[in-house]
Every structure is written in C-alpha cells, then in structure tokens.
C-alpha cells in the first residue's frame, strides 16, 4: 500500500498475530524521535491490548509534542501524557471517554471536532466558522490529524497555532468543496484537492 505513494517516508513495524502494533517495535520509534518536531499517534491505530501498551509507553517517553487522536484517546493515554505538550481532537463519542482524565492547562490544547467545531487552550474555548456537514464522514478527523500535526511540526512551540490553523485549514477545505461538489454525494479523499486552493484563499482573502 505504501508503494502507492512515493513522497511518504515509512518505517515497518513488527505486528502482533492479528495484525496490531507489537511492543518489539517501541525501540524502533524511540530510536527515529530525536530526529523528529512532533509526533501523531492513533489513526488507524486498532485496540489491541498490546497496541495500546505500545501507546501508552511511546507516550510516557516522547521527547516532542504530541497529537492524540481515534484510537489513542483513552483514558490511560491521556495519562500517560500528562506533564506532557500535546493536541488531542476528539469528536464528541471520544470526548465522553477522556472527559474525566483531561483537565484543563496551558499544557494541552483540546479540539472538539462537531459542528462547530471548539478549540480549548487552558480557560479561553474558540469556535471554528469553518467547516460543515461535509466533514462529518469516516477519515475527515484523519485528515484533521495530519495537518495540524504537521504544523506542529513546523511550530512545535505553540501549540494553539498548530491546532487552530489545522482546524481553520480543514474547515475552509470542506466549504469549498461543499461550493463546488455540494455537501450530499461527497468523499472524505476530495478534501486533498482542496487543500491548496484552501490555502490559497486564507492567504489571499482571510488573512
């Protein structure tokens, strides 16, 4: 499957007997964080036992700010982040989970994916004017994840500007795309090709 996409850079992973993420893999990461600004952990990731421990130890060690997102919002990871910088973006199924292990500091900073969609850094909530039905399909809060983990790659030092300007990102490139193709008969992965010109047009008509 990676073959299929020649600019992703990608490192294997030893499995468990189902197909999960073993904890023999946990040195492999450890020993590539230092090279890395920023680390998103948890699409795609599944709930094995064993997965999920790998998680938690990645986390307890991580070196950088971190974005916690699908299958790493449990309680006991958010724990393991704890004194930790990091995004996490939950929409609100996930939020019921972590509710109870998540409090407010200008350490984290909460995305609560919906309509709208609220951003929360220590006491002061944002609301996001972007974005709409269209983002409310499988894989968009994938997509959410990457980009605001790559901006804070790129600004590993503001965690609230990483997250906003994923979010605002995101949101401006489901409303052109709902402009264009309506918000009904639409895909999660038409949301790439409107990446740029969301770009374009925050540069351009926004800022």
Request: net charge neutral; hydrophobic share 45%; glycine share 12%.
């Amino acid at each position: 499957y990676a073959a299929k996409f020649p600019e992703a850079m990608w490192v294997g992973w030893p499995e468990t007997s189902t197909g999960g993420l073993a904890t023999a893999g946990i040195k492999l990461l450890l020993e590539k964080l230092p090279r890395a600004t920023a680390l998103v952990i948890g699409p795609g990731l599944g709930t094995e036992p064993e997965t999920l421990a790998a998680v938690q130890e990645i986390v307890r060690a991580a070196p950088v700010p971190l974005l916690l997102d699908a299958d790493a919002l449990r309680p006991e990871i958010i724990a393991a982040a704890r004194g930790k910088r990091f995004i996490c973006t939950p929409h609100a199924g996930e939020w019921q989970r972590i509710a109870g292990a998540l409090s407010p500091d200008e350490n984290s900073v909460l995305v609560l994916k919906g309509s709208p969609t609220r951003l929360r850094s220590g006491g002061t909530v944002y609301h996001s004017c972007f974005g709409g039905p269209v983002l409310a399909r499988g894989g968009s809060g994938d997509l959410l994840a990457g980009l605001a983990g790559g901006l804070l790659a790129q600004a590993p030092d503001d965690l609230l500007l990483a997250a906003g300007r994923g979010v605002v990102w995101h949101g401006l490139a489901a409303d052109l795309l709902a402009r264009d193709k309506g918000q009904v008969a639409v895909q999660t992965t038409q949301l790439l090709d409107y990446l740029q010109p969301a770009l374009h047009h925050a540069a351009h008509e926004i800022l």
